[in-house]
């Protein structure tokens, strides 16, 4: 009781007395995503990723002092906000902060499930604290984003994959097509390891929404949408080499090679070219061993690499970062597999200094140039690879055949 009374306190009566005391959601990013369904509903499908319009209609639903960006998400999303655009946009607003608490929640409980990580007395203290990373708290449920169901799907799809299901595990895992960046290094990981099923799930659940959009919008809005993704690319570049105040929301290791002083020297790229490299080779060298290690392994396997995702990636915003929390109960079970030493004493600190860290990380980083989140994250990613070493060392069967 405890434990849920600090998720009310340092969740649900902050956010409810934010909310309710200006009238008004908070200036958010869901005015973008409401908009992408309204202008599904009112305009041509061709218009979907007319950015003038956009940016007219996000300031007619919530007005606010800054420009919004460019919207390059599939077609699938504004299809799914379409419903949502029927509603007045404080009605909708609400009702998907709802959903995105509880696509959450539900990840997590899939989590605890597949991995063992705690007694079912320290479940609620596991929630609890997941529900205070600020990432989550005001970046995704506050903010309205739909990072909830990044990580909804990649929990449901580990648990598939303890589970013995392979295709289901795929077909959950599609659900990540919302944004490409998040698959960057989960779909090589399925071709290197030769998880074949899982990998055939993905490609029939990509393809079913892909088909849907089709269906719905019609063929034609797809080189719209490539037109777009390449343009937002761009976009996106120059962001990052012209705007400091922007960056101090983004992790990936490019975005915090910018901030840093002296990050774009040509000492700084090739320090940063020697980590990228690094990693890689690392995680190219456990992928392939993967099919003669045992499902803990792999299991391990996907938060290592989800970890990296976070990192070796060209945007990624702070509130994508609740994939972390992920990786950290997936470490958390697996670590249970070894005998207690440095390594947990390693990981207790990490995961503590990531949960305060997201509190003081943004505004460091707009005076230090420094994005601490980065370092923690990256500090986890080191202490995976090692997690893995250790497992790899206790020569446990292999995965039973059919499985992959």
């Known amino acids: 009781m405890i434990c849920w009374g600090l998720v009310l306190i340092g969740f649900v009566a902050p956010f409810l007395i934010v909310t309710l005391s200006h009238h008004s959601p908070p200036d958010g990013d869901f005015a973008g995503f409401y908009s992408l369904g309204r202008i599904l509903n009112e305009f041509p499908a061709r218009e979907l990723y007319n950015t003038a319009l956009q940016q007219q209609m996000c300031m007619q639903v919530h007005p606010r002092k800054f420009a919004y960006g460019p919207l390059p998400y599939p077609p699938m999303v504004g299809i799914f906000f379409r419903p949502f655009a029927l509603l007045p946009y404080w009605s909708a607003y609400l009702l998907w902060s709802v959903i995105t608490i509880i696509l959450y929640a539900l990840g997590i409980r899939f989590l605890l499930r597949s991995v063992d990580a705690t007694t079912q007395e320290c479940q609620p203290l596991v929630y609890s604290l997941a529900f205070a990373y600020l990432p989550f708290l005001m970046n995704t449920a506050a903010n309205g984003q739909i990072a909830a169901v990044g990580f909804f799907a990649l929990s449901m799809a580990l648990y598939a994959f303890r589970q013995k299901q392979p295709m ?4 959950v895992l599609s659900l990540c097509t919302y944004k490409p960046t998040l698959l960057v290094l989960l779909l090589p990981m399925l071709v290197v390891t030769r998880l074949w099923k899982v990998l055939a799930g993905f490609a029939v659940g990509a393809a079913a ?3 849907i959009a089709t ?3 019609g063929i034609g809005i797809w080189p719209i949408f490539l037109h777009s993704l390449l343009s937002f690319g761009k976009v996106a570049s120059g962001v990052h080499s012209a705007s400091p105040l922007t960056l101090t929301i983004y992790l990936d290791l490019s975005s915090f090679s910018h901030l840093v002083r002296g ?6 790229l090739a320090i ?16 392939w061993k993967a099919p003669r290690r045992n499902r803990q392994f792999h299991m391990m396997l996907w938060a290592t690499t989800v970890t990296w995702t976070l990192l070796l990636n060209l945007y990624v915003p702070i509130y994508d970062s609740i994939l972390v929390v992920f990786s950290i109960l997936v470490t958390a079970g697996a670590i249970k597999e070894l005998d207690k030493g440095p390594i947990h004493r390693w990981f207790h600190a990490t995961w503590i200094l990531i949960l305060l860290g997201s509190w003081v990380t943004v505004a460091l980083a707009g005076v230090t140039g420094i994005q601490l989140l980065t370092l923690l994250i990256a500090a986890l990613g080191a202490l995976q690879f090692v997690v893995l070493g250790r497992l790899a060392k206790r020569g446990a069967p292999a995965m039973e055949s059919g499985v992959a």
């Not at 289901?168 to 077909?171: A, F, N």
């Not at 940063?272 to 992928?287: D, E, Q, S, T």
């Open 215 to 217: 269906l719905l919008e």
């Open 209 to 211: 929404l892909a088909v």
């Open 272 to 287: 940063l070219a020697a980590l990228v490299c690094w990693v890689l080779f690392n995680l190219l060298r456990l992928w």
């Open 263 to 268: 990050g774009r020297t040509v000492w700084g």
């Open 168 to 171: 289901r595990s795929g077909l």
